[in-house]
């Protein structure tokens, strides 16, 4: 069956993020359509990679959910050409458990990944956090971050919770800011060793650990502080406390 186009003319500005659901599978993309636009949102459908392509190319979708085993084109590299043209945020909704190719993915511009079977409110809060990076990363940077009782004024190179002082040296805190600025967003061991090392040399697995641990072992003293949530083999995520 023909990819849907469902609301293909997008309404005026104002309204709810269209989402453009990429799936060759009927009932599943049936069943997330469903899920998505009782959320709100509006709703466009591809069941292959050209369609994908064509409608991210018409500008009217906002977010894309991406299933990388596609019949024509393979999803990572669909990934790879909407990226050409599109900063729109992409979430992999993924079947597969390689982690390799979610990492992949996520190399090749992937905001986030989701992996089958997911609740739809994991779904949704991947979705909001993404539309939410989307929209800030258009505002710049901000030198003062506030996650739940988080604070941390990046000129004054100061972090509290509830006004207390975090002791944390300069790479941790390093390490706090670029969690912060995306609170719910995962960021990859990559981006986390690029930014830590000053993109001079690829920081190995266990330095970056380290950092993590050193901050969660800060953060854990706080009560309501927000935490680091790891994914396996992938990255981390700040989540605050009251999710
Ligand atoms: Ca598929």
């Not at 909704?93 to 992937?110: K, P």
Request: aromatic share 6%; hydrophobic share 40%.
């Amino acid at each position: 069956m023909d990819g849907l186009r469902l609301s293909a003319n997008r309404p005026s500005a104002g309204t709810s993020p269209y989402v453009l659901i990429v799936e060759d599978d009927d009932i599943t993309r049936r069943v997330l359509s469903t899920a998505v636009m009782g959320y709100g949102y509006g709703v466009m459908q591809a069941s292959n990679g050209r369609e994908a392509l064509d409608l991210v190319g018409g500008g009217q979708a906002d977010l894309v959910l991406l299933d990388l085993g596609l019949p024509d084109i393979d999803g990572m590299e669909v990934c790879r050409q909407m990226r050409l043209f599109t900063r729109c945020p992409i979430i992999v909704v993924s079947g597969e458990s390689s982690e390799t190719r979610l990492i992949e993915a996520l190399d090749l511009g992937a905001d986030d990944f989701v992996t089958k079977p997911f609740s739809a409110p994991t779904l949704l809060a991947r979705m909001r956090v993404a539309l939410r990076h989307a929209f800030a990363t258009a505002a710049g940077e901000d030198d003062l971050i506030e996650v739940g009782p988080l604070r941390i004024d990046v000129g004054a190179y100061e972090a509290t919770v509830s006004h207390q002082p975090l002791g944390l040296n300069a790479r941790e805190f390093k390490l706090l800011t670029l969690l912060a600025r995306t609170p719910g967003r995962l960021v990859t061991y990559k981006a986390i060793s690029y930014q830590l090392w000053g993109g001079r040399k690829q920081a190995d697995l266990p330095a970056v650990r380290t950092s993590v641990s050193l901050l969660r072992r800060e953060l854990g003293v706080f009560d309501g502080a927000p935490s680091v949530l790891t994914e396996p083999h992938v990255g981390y995520r700040l989540v605050a406390a009251d999710g």
